[in-house]
Nanobody, 123 residues
Framework: VQLVESGGGLVQAGGSLRLSCAAS????????MGWFRQAPGKEREFVAV????????SYADSVKGRFTISRENAKNTVYLQMNSLKPEDTAVFYC?????????????????WGQGTQVTVSS
């Protein structure tokens, strides 16, 4: 199984980025997909999750209204559209796959992880 994130980079506060995560080696359409992030010196935290068919999503309070998670099962890809970025969003962003039904939000519920992509928001 391989999850490969892309789309990170350096952006000014208020700007936007779109992260992508391409999955291979698993039956993508049967997995819930999540995005997590980890800032330096902090624990990895939940950002967003989407269920297997895209019909249900959940977000961390800190990103609600600014980030949107979506997926294209035909392309084995999950996305995270990030708008109105803030310096406190600076972190390495990871996508992950979970076989749990619903919208898992704990890192413990995810078995497969990508390598991460750096997002840096300057003030």
């Amino acid at each position: 199984v391989q999850l490969v994130e892309s789309g990170g980079g350096l952006v000014q506060a208020g700007g936007s980025l779109r992260l992508s995560c391409a999955a291979s080696g698993l039956t993508f359409s049967t997995y819930s997909m999540g995005w997590f992030r980890q800032a330096p010196g902090k624990e990895r935290e939940f950002v967003a999750v989407i269920n297997w068919n895209g019909g249900s999503t959940s977000y961390a309070d800190s990103v609600k209204g600014r980030f949107t998670i979506s997926r294209e099962n035909a392309k084995n890809t999950v996305y995270l559209q990030m708008n109105s970025l803030k310096p406190e969003d600076t972190a390495v962003f990871y996508c992950a796959a979970s076989s749990r039904v619903g919208r898992p939000t704990s890192t413990l519920e995810y078995y497969y992880w990508g390598q991460g992509t750096q997002v840096t928001v300057s003030s």
